[in-house]
């Protein structure tokens, strides 16, 4: 009989297990911390309207009230949250229901894939321009739609193509990892961080666009920059790649697959990627010029869909069977957005969320805006590494970061850009990242190995992210 004695592996609690197991805590919060509420104002803001609370006017209430009301949340109100969680956020959960039918749609035209291949055949022979040009595509996918589980199929194809033009096997993964994380993390219209955020915060209109497309910008470049000198440097002295002795066999195995780097590029498959850009400037355009909301963004988002499945050539079944597949690929983040928002539903039921915020204001209190939005970056980073899903980590701090940078005299838009830069960003060294385990695991690449490569471009990054955090916070309203 077999004694050995096998060592248990540590594992995070699944993240509907930590929204549910916050529900409980924040219902015997309830019991614990006293109840009471700030007096509320609508101000008038560059968005448009807000309903803010006013600072100074906050009061404790009875636990029981007059009519034997009484606020503690027990078994019954815990259960029923994350139901009257999803009904409350039902604008957001249909919103991220839609975006996934949506490119489901988009993806079986296979238009991204023959794009990108084209773009590689017309670049023979120079190939380090092929960094930038795919890096700054993948960086609009992650700025726009949220580009992440899209890249996975580009792995196993730039791996490849990398290889074979004498880079290395971490050269590949950072075109293709970086790429879309730097346009994740200063995401300008992406739907699942900075839209879902500002939903939930009550922004309307995404008012500091201009600014975030310049985020954008600044983190592409240094982007590409970091992975253009990396590529050089390890082409110019393979020995120096900390993957070289690795790709040896990873060159067998990958070069023996070869590559399809010369699909066809059809003009329906053109005709897609116009539809998709298309769609993404009006996007744009009714944000910027109307102030739209989650309803036109998704009548947009919907329309593009259907479009680009016509000019696809899908039949209607093929379209209407992909619009399910999407949807129920992305059934998990919104799903958590319904829970999550459960929690809230049990603290305001309680009354204890004004309580908390004027705590957390009173120890504030004082503090200049760049050290406040500094202690939001730092506890947002120590969420993630539980709650990766950036949907997610909107939906459980959001409904109390945003009222708190009201509370702070702070631009509320401080609470989306410290959760966008905050979350994707430690997302890219953190083990609990699914989309950063995945990539790595495609190119052979362990973690040690990457963290030893990233981590003086992800130190940049923080710095800069907790920067364009406090400027956002400074920004008036």
């Not at 039902?90 to 039918?101: E, Y």
């Not at 910008?217 to 993957?243: C, H, Q, R």
Request: glycine share 10%.
């Amino acid at each position: 009989m077999d004694t050995t004695k096998k060592k248990k592996k540590f594992e995070l609690p699944h993240v509907y297990t930590i929204a549910f197991l916050l529900i409980v805590i924040f219902g015997i919060l309830t019991w614990v911390i006293p109840s009471g509420q700030f007096e509320r104002t609508v101000i008038d803001t560059a968005a448009g309207e807000r309903e803010v609370a006013v600072a100074g006017t906050y009061q404790q209430v009875d636990k029981v009230d007059a009519e034997g009301n009484d606020l503690r949340q027990g078994i019954m109100e815990i259960l029923m949250a994350p139901t009257r969680g999803i009904q409350a956020a039902a604008d957001v959960v249909a919103f991220v229901l839609l975006i996934g039918g949506t490119f489901a749609i988009i993806t079986k035209t296979n238009a991204l894939n023959a794009g990108m291949n084209r773009l590689i055949k017309l670049l023979h022979g120079k190939d380090i321009l092929i960094i930038p040009i795919v890096m700054v595509l993948f960086s609009v996918g992650g700025t726009t739609f949220g580009m992440s589980e899209e890249a996975l199929p580009f792995y196993a194809i730039f791996m490849c193509v990398f290889l074979s033009l004498g880079y290395d096997s971490m050269t590949a993964f950072m075109v293709c990892f970086m790429g879309p994380q730097v346009g994740y993390c200063a995401s300008t219209v992406n739907p699942f961080n900075v839209l879902i955020a500002q939903g939930i915060a009550g922004i309307h209109g995404n008012p500091q666009l201009g600014f975030r497309f310049l985020q954008w910008a600044i983190f592409t470049v240094l982007g590409i920059a970091w992975v253009m000198m990396y590529a050089n440097k390890v082409k110019k002295n393979p020995e120096i790649s900390i993957t070289y002795k690795d790709d040896f066999e990873k060159k067998k195995e990958f070069l023996a697959e070869g590559a399809d780097v010369d699909d066809s590029f059809s003009l329906r498959q053109k005709l897609v990627l116009l539809t998709f850009a298309v769609g993404m400037g009006i996007i744009v355009f009714g944000l910027v010029k109307y102030g739209w909301y989650m309803d036109e963004i998704s009548m947009v988002f919907l329309g593009m869909g259907l479009l680009a499945g016509i000019v696809g050539g899908l039949s209607e079944k093929e379209m209407a069977n992909e619009f399910v597949e999407g949807m129920k690929d992305f059934a998990y983040a919104a799903v958590i957005i319904g829970i999550a928002r459960g929690i809230l539903v049990v603290a305001e039921g309680g009354m204890i969320i004004d309580t908390i915020l004027n705590a957390m204001a009173g120890m504030l209190a004082g503090a200049p805006t760049a050290v406040f939005t500094t202690m939001m970056y730092i506890v947002q980073s120590l969420l993630t590494i539980l709650v990766p899903s950036s949907s997610g980590l909107a939906a459980l701090t959001i409904p109390v970061m945003a009222p708190l940078t009201d509370l702070m005299g702070v631009n509320p838009e401080a609470s989306v850009t410290c959760l966008q830069y905050a979350n994707q960003i430690m997302n890219t060294v953190s083990p609990t990242a699914g989309m950063t385990v995945a990539g790595l695991a495609v190119c052979k690449i362990s973690f040690p190995q990457w963290w030893k490569t990233s981590w003086k471009f992800v130190l940049i990054m923080t710095v800069l992210g907790i920067a364009f955090t406090a400027i956002s916070g400074m920004m008036p309203v």
